[in-house]
């Protein structure tokens, strides 16, 4: 999409790079895949925080879901409006509930009765009412990585079919709470169709017998994220495929699905390009030394994940497998493991592809380590969207503790 090694000699590395031009596409064949029904996509803010990634999102549309107060700011902060901001997650804190409904936000999605409760005092201390949507935890194996898996009693996401039809019941009573939505998310990078299409059935049912049964009429059909993409060789799900497998248990509802997904939109979008420090074996082991580290990107250490890996400049040589790792201090700290690579040299690029979400934004300042700086490329044009941390600012907060 463009020239690597520009920007990493602008730039420096290790060196984030965002190609707006393939959100927007990811977006919009998204969105396309949901014509004829109402629907809002809302960004998942976590997969890549950063104020320009969202606020390109917002340009284009979508809403945004929200696992902190602080990605709830960020959100309205890039331009998000309040009537497509969703606040969710599995512990939010007393102060975190307040601001959302002061924020006048679209919902809370709540995933425990007592969570339920604690927004309900809340609401009702201000004088307000709260809109909520319950997450429902479908029992569903979505057949992901163990990690990212979400939708299964054993984690500890949302509340079971019989939890959550009493908690309706008690919201669509009480002053304090209105009860606009129902929401499912089973994991995340999904390869599969029936694991959703299953979820959507179940929870479509019970929004139907709440219906029925009580004349609880919800406005909002909230499928979660987890759309996956291809990172090595997996088979993927298109994106009309997905909407489909939805919308098929919908019919005849008059509601407006919701859609959250973050991988999706950014995963591909981004790369991640680190220099080469050195070359070492140990015994017949071959370790590529490079810049950048688990600290920047997280998901091969955490995950196992794989990423691919290019070279910026032709290379002469028989590709051998390498260990790429980073200088950090911990044996899981690298970004390939035996990944074929021709011999390489002192300060050459190497990019890793589908950087673009959970990269950044999983990055630490462990051993000390500023964390890189971001870049966007928009039709060509290529601008700093986050400056590299100097070591003033790992430090600042500690400072200002300092006598
Ligand atoms: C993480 C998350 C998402 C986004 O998941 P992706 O796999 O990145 O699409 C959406 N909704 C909720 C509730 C999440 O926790």
């Given at each position: 999409?463009?020239?690597?090694?520009?920007?990493?000699?602008?730039?420096?590395?290790?060196?984030?790079?965002?190609?707006?031009?393939?959100?927007?596409?990811?977006?919009?064949?998204?969105?396309?895949?949901?014509?004829?029904?109402?629907?809002?996509?809302?960004?998942?803010?976590?997969?890549?925080?950063?104020?320009?990634?969202?606020?390109?999102?917002?340009?284009?549309?979508?809403?945004?879901?929200?696992?902190?107060?602080?990605?709830?700011?960020?959100?309205?902060?890039?331009?998000?409006?309040?009537?497509?901001?969703?606040?969710?997650?599995?512990?939010?804190?007393?102060?975190?509930?307040?601001?959302?409904?002061?924020?006048?936000?679209?919902?809370?999605?709540?995933?425990?009765?007592?969570?339920?409760?604690?927004?309900?005092?809340?609401?009702?201390?201000?004088?307000?009412?709260?809109?909520?949507?319950?997450?429902v935890?479908p029992?569903?194996?979505?057949?992901?990585?163990?990690?990212?898996?979400?939708?299964?009693?054993?984690?500890?996401?949302?509340?079971?079919?019989?939890?959550?039809?009493?908690?309706?019941?008690?919201?669509?009573?009480?002053?304090?709470?209105?009860?606009?939505?129902i929401h499912f998310?089973?994991?995340?990078?999904?390869?599969?169709?029936?694991?959703?299409?299953?979820a959507s059935e179940i929870v479509a049912d019970l929004v139907?017998?709440?219906?029925?049964?009580?004349?609880?009429?919800?406005?909002?059909f909230?499928v979660?994220?987890?759309?996956?993409?291809?990172?090595?060789?997996?088979?993927?799900?298109?994106?009309?495929?997905?909407?489909?497998?939805?919308?098929?248990t919908?019919?005849?509802?008059?509601?407006?699905?919701?859609?959250?997904?973050?991988?999706?939109?950014?995963?591909?979008?981004?790369?991640?390009?680190?220099?080469?420090?050195?070359?070492?074996?140990?015994?017949?082991?071959?370790?590529?030394?490079?810049?950048?580290?688990?600290?920047?990107?997280?998901?091969?250490?955490?995950?196992?994940?794989?990423?691919?890996?290019?070279?910026?400049?032709?290379?002469?040589?028989?590709?051998?497998?390498?260990?790429?790792?980073?200088?950090?201090?911990?044996?899981?700290?690298?970004?390939?493991?035996?990944?074929?690579?021709?011999?390489?040299?002192?300060?050459?690029?190497?990019?890793?592809?589908?950087?673009?979400?959970?990269?950044?934004?999983?990055?630490?300042?462990?051993?000390?380590?500023?964390?890189?700086?971001?870049?966007?490329?928009?039709?060509?044009?290529?601008?700093?969207?986050?400056?590299?941390?100097?070591?003033?600012?790992?430090?600042?907060?500690?400072?200002?503790?300092?006598?």
């Amino acid at each position: 999409m463009t020239d690597f090694n520009s920007l990493a000699d602008a730039y420096g590395t290790p060196l984030y790079v965002y190609d707006f031009d393939a959100m927007r596409e990811q977006y919009e064949k998204l969105k396309e895949a949901f014509r004829g029904r109402k629907s809002l996509l809302a960004y998942a803010v976590k997969a890549n925080s950063n104020l320009s990634v969202v606020g390109h999102f917002a340009r284009l549309g979508a809403g945004a879901d929200c696992v902190s107060i602080g990605e709830v700011r960020r959100a309205m902060m890039a331009g998000v409006p309040k009537y497509k901001v969703i606040f969710s997650g599995v512990g939010k804190r007393d102060d975190e509930i307040r601001e959302a409904i002061e924020r006048d936000i679209l919902y809370i999605n709540v995933e425990s009765e007592a969570e339920m409760g604690r927004v309900e005092l809340i609401a009702a201390e201000l004088e307000r009412t709260a809109r909520i949507s319950i997450r429902v935890n479908p029992n569903i194996d979505p057949k992901t990585h163990p990690y990212i898996s979400t939708g299964l009693h054993d984690n500890k996401f949302g509340v079971d079919i019989d939890t959550a039809k009493r908690m309706y019941i008690r919201a669509n009573a009480s002053e304090a709470l209105d009860p606009v939505g129902i929401h499912f998310h089973i994991g995340s990078q999904l390869t599969e169709l029936d694991p959703i299409r299953e979820a959507s059935e179940i929870v479509a049912d019970l929004v139907r017998s709440l219906h029925a049964a009580v004349g609880i009429e919800l406005k909002f059909f909230d499928v979660g994220g987890g759309l996956g993409v291809r990172y090595d060789d997996e088979t993927t799900i298109e994106p009309y495929d997905y909407a489909q497998a939805i919308l098929s248990t919908l019919t005849g509802m008059d509601i407006t699905v919701v859609c959250e997904p973050g991988r999706f939109l950014t995963a591909n979008a981004g790369y991640f390009l680190t220099r080469v420090l050195y070359e070492k074996r140990n015994g017949s082991k071959r370790f590529v030394v490079v810049d950048g580290a688990m600290n920047d990107l997280l998901r091969p250490s955490l995950y196992k994940a794989y990423h691919y890996i290019s070279a910026a400049k032709p290379h002469a040589g028989t590709p051998t497998p390498a260990d790429v790792v980073g200088p950090v201090c911990e044996s899981g700290d690298f970004l390939a493991k035996d990944y074929p690579l021709p011999p390489m040299e002192h300060g050459d690029l190497l990019i890793v592809h589908s950087a673009g979400a959970y990269g950044f934004g999983m990055g630490s300042n462990y051993n000390t380590r500023g964390r890189s700086a971001e870049v966007a490329v928009e039709k060509g044009e290529a601008r700093l969207i986050r400056m590299r941390e100097t070591f003033e600012d790992l430090i600042a907060a500690e400072q200002a503790c300092l006598d």
